[in-house]
């Protein structure tokens, strides 16, 4: 006999759930989106279905604004094209992705679609073409700051700039006639040699393909040789002058476009199919140019050709490279560290997976006890600074931001190497040929620009490290999620924060110093870069409150010169100078507001004092509570709504102070109790299934119970090391987005 009805008024569950709810065996409130699926950013896929069976197939009967949208559909459907990409582009793939393996097996046929949701971050190139930056790329980063301010202070220039969905490319011109239709003479000796002069200098510290006297002493024998015109070498000597002119004035693009494009031809007609030494210098030639050009799609194609020609040669293996004569082999380590340097810079600015790797070619050994790299063995390339640097870029890239999560031990680990390589600078820069020669007082201004690329790297490696802590910890304050200051997880967060802000700071100096010392080339593109990354941690900074314990105002200021200067022949870092002066005005306004409540919290203060002849005189009564009976909160929450003011008035001051922190580390806790999780967009998430439950605070032992001794490095250097036991943190993860913050720029219907 069939069991009755449950009457709806007795009823302990819903009548029905979501298919989501169902498959996960989760609570469902019946609402469409229910509440689980709003708290996963899952809205379009939260559908009711009569039927449901584990093995995907299903009757739905949901309607059709229900079903996943698809790219298409986001794109040719709807009547405004703004609103459409707006939600594409802004609606980050990680809010959406699969929290469980299951999630994937069961609905495969949703995502073979695409929905929109299950989409990265996507903007438009130069041509209109969607084009993928991952989690470490600027423009990324960029996406997540507008984010929180929106949330921080609402509309502003910056959360409503028109070209934010926009990938700052240069199309190539089309006016230049081909090296086919014209006949372009030589250069002559001077003009060569200048040529070649700029050439180094822009390349220092970049690519190191050539022994600078070999390279200018074959260009100019060459450029006095009118018959020696087609050869495979003029393929690289015309490359190398494109890139002299293109660095040099910008009144010489034309005649840098005109030996770009003859450099290619022959390069392309000669040996397009012919792996070898010469094949992957005028390939990465051709990359550094398309970087210098602010084309960088294409750069990022061309380059995987000469890494893949690199790795046919066995160039990633210095034992391959050892078997040849020294001339051979100092080319072959020249061309694959330029390779290095390339390939992990367009990774990590683009956010996309580096092609080249020192652990795959089995020159980096690993240590399983201890599951950390050993002194770094790379054979002959070991006191190479510039290929150590790269390796530690590689080792956050792979990571961190490929798979999704940093932990403690991690930061500690890579700091290590952190440490190895100041210690061992100079005899890097000696490998690298950057040092000061005997008998000088200074580098060269070669070797000044090349130090200032390889500084320049080491402290943006440090902003990608530890960009994830002060994203958690400016977003944190945003929410209004109370903190104890005296907890060991908030000292150890706020001292990576600190460190991101510094290292911002300090490439600003760099970039200050090089850009105003006299005959540097012009389209610096990893010091733009530098720049630009550094500006927006600054900027970002400010609305976590840091500018009270450094000068980010001043710095910012600084970067905004900066990038002045570098967009009267850069369009890459005009477009940059926007952004940082759309976020210096938008924290301006921050600390405006921030003022103004301070200010309205004092002078209650000293009213509750001395009493407010003011509104006595004019017969008002005062409405603000005093805080004889009220917390602090709650008298700066009634002075915000009154005065107008939203600040941090965003949430519910009244509540935030009552509420628990979140989440509080400890250091004796067991490694299977690893539970909060940071996401890219500064987002604390929680390991294992979703659950809208929060994690009970744990009990926390504080710096002050370690001795002293163990904050110094192993090397009696006295610089600060993590503990030894930081493996026993919680991971902080990069995979989820934020959504304890609404989302600015969800489209509502």
């Known amino acids: 006999m069939p069991r009755p009805r449950v009457k709806d008024e007795d009823r302990k569950r819903v009548a029905r759930a979501c298919d989501t709810c169902k498959r996960r065996k989760e609570k469902c409130d019946g609402q469409q989106p229910c509440l689980l699926c709003k708290r996963r950013g899952r809205e379009p896929e939260c559908v009711f279905s009569d039927v449901f069976s584990k093995g995907g197939s299903h009757r739905q009967t949901s309607t059709p604004s229900s079903q996943p949208i698809t790219l298409k559909d986001a794109l040719n459907e709807s009547n405004d094209a703004e609103i459409a990409i707006e939600s594409l582009l802004t609606l980050s793939g990680s809010r959406s992705a699969a929290k469980t393996p299951q999630y994937d097996r069961d609905l495969d046929d949703v995502i073979s679609k ?32 507008r984010r929180l301010v929106k949330a921080e202070i609402g509309e502003c220039p910056l959360t409503s700039d028109p070209l934010r969905h926009a990938m700052c490319e240069v199309i190539p011109p089309h006016k230049v006639p081909t090296p086919a239709q014209s006949q372009h003479p030589k250069p002559t000796v001077a003009e060569a040699q200048d040529l070649i002069k700029h050439y180094l200098l822009a390349s220092s510290g970049v690519i190191d393909l050539f022994d600078p006297d070999d390279i200018t002493d074959h260009l100019l024998s060459w450029a006095r040789d009118s018959t020696a015109e087609t050869d495979f070498n003029s393929s690289i000597y015309y490359l190398v002058m494109a890139i002299g002119a293109l660095t040099r004035t910008s009144s010489d693009l034309d005649q840098a476009e005109f030996y770009f494009l003859r450099g290619r031809e022959i ?42 020609a690199a790795y046919a040669l066995g160039l990633h293996r210095s034992d391959i490279s050892n078997l040849f004569e020294p001339r051979e082999r100092a080319a072959r380590e020249r061309v694959w560290k330029s390779l290095r340097v390339l390939d992990l810079y367009m990774s990590g600015s683009l956010g996309r997976p580096p092609a080249t790797s020192e652990v795959d070619g089995g020159s980096v050994s690993w240590n399983r006890s201890s599951r950390d790299y050993e002194d770094i063995q790379m054979n002959g390339r070991t006191t190479s600074a510039t290929l150590r640097i790269c390796f530690i870029f590689e080792r956050i890239l792979n990571e961190v931001y490929c798979r999704r999560e940093v932990s403690v031990q991690l930061v500690e680990s890579i700091s290590r190497q952190y440490r190895d390589w100041t210690m061992q600078l100079p005899a890097g820069l000696q490998a690298d040929s950057l040092d000061s020669k005997e008998g000088s007082t200074a580098p060269s201004l070669r070797q000044t620009i090349g130090i200032a690329h390889l500084k320049g790297a080491y402290y943006w490696s440090i902003i990608l490290l530890t960009r994830p802590f002060l994203i958690f910890k400016v977003s944190s304050k945003i929410k209004g999620r109370s903190e104890d200051e005296d907890s060991a997880g908030n000292s150890v967060t706020m001292t990576l924060s600190e460190a991101c802000i510094d290292a911002a700071l300090r490439s600003i100096e760099i970039a200050t110093d090089i850009v105003h010392t006299i005959g540097v080339p012009k389209r610096l593109f990893m010091i733009t870069n530098s720049t630009f990354i550094s500006a927006m941690v600054i900027g970002f900074a400010i609305f976590g409150d840091f500018d009270k314990s450094f000068p980010l105002l001043s710095s910012m200021a600084q970067a905004e010169a900066i990038l002045t200067i570098m967009a009267k022949d850069d369009l890459s870092a005009r477009r940059q100078y926007e952004i940082t002066s759309y976020l210096r005005l938008a924290a301006l306004e921050h600390i405006n507001r921030r003022d103004q409540i301070q200010m309205q919290r004092r002078r209650q203060d000293i009213h509750n004092i001395f009493g407010d002849p003011i509104n006595k005189a004019n017969g008002s009564t005062p409405t603000r509570p ?15 709504a009154q005065n107008g003011k939203v600040g941090n008035a965003l949430f ?5 102070g009552d509420a628990a922190p979140p989440w509080q580390l400890r250091f004796d806790m067991p490694p299977e109790s690893r539970g909060p999780v940071l996401t890219t967009s500064g987002a604390l998430a929680y390991a294992g299934e979703d659950s809208a439950e929060q994690v009970p605070p744990l009990p926390r032992t504080d710096f002050g119970q370690m001795p002293d001794a163990g904050y110094l490095s192993p090397d009696g250097s006295g610089i600060p090391s993590l503990p030894s036991y930081a493996e026993e943190f919680p991971l902080f993860s990069l995979m989820t987005e934020f959504d304890q913050l609404q989302d600015p720029f969800m489209v509502r219907t």
């Open 114 to 145: 695409a929905p929109v949701p299950k989409l990265a971050r996507l903007l438009r190139d130069g041509r209109g073409k969607f084009i993928f930056v991952g989690d470490s790329s600027n423009l990324a980063f960029v996406q997540n700051i």
């Open 267 to 308: 390069g392309v007609s000669s040996f397009l199919e012919d792996p070898s030494v010469l094949t992957i210098q005028a390939y990465t030639l051709i990359t550094f140019y398309m970087l210098s050009a602010v084309r960088r799609n294409g750069a990022f194609m061309l380059l995987g050709i000469a890494v893949r």
């Open 626 to 640: 005093s805080t004889g009976s009220h917390t602090p909160d709650q008298v700066l929450a009634s002075d915000v």
């Open 652 to 656: 519910d001051m009244a509540d935030a």
